[in-house]
């Protein structure tokens, strides 16, 4: 899947609230879940987030193991259509939905 592809799908995913998180997981050097070290290959980018923490206005850029981040994707996948009209009128038509399956496949291998 294509980087412009995932931009706008990985920012619909729940993350950790950020006060709860480590520095590293905050700067994306370990999984914001399971707190595993990640390194290019392992690392999946859930897109820089704007965000208070502990009470100022800040930045982090939170990414997650590819394990890890399959699941809240997956419940992503099975409750987005229950929120979107397209899917509503015809989800084959849905681009979210689409994109968001297809990171789920992608993060199988």
Do not use: N
Not at 2 to 12: H, K, N, R, V
Not at 35 to 56: F, M, N, Q, W, Y
Not at 73 to 82: N, S
């Amino acid at each position: 899947m294509s980087t412009a592809t995932q931009s706008g799908q990985l920012a619909l995913l729940d993350l950790p609230v950020p006060a709860e998180l480590t520095a590293a997981q905050m700067r994306g050097a370990h999984c914001v879940w399971c707190a595993a070290e990640l390194h290019g290959a392992t690392a999946v980018d859930l897109e820089p987030r704007r965000d208070s923490i502990k009470g100022v206005p800040g930045r982090w850029y939170p990414r997650g193991c590819r394990r890890c981040t399959r699941k809240p994707l997956l419940m992503l996948v099975r409750t987005h259509p229950g929120t979107c009209e397209q899917c509503t009128d015809d989800a084959f038509l849905c681009e979210t939905r689409r994109a968001l399956r297809s990171l789920t496949l992608e993060l199988r291998r």
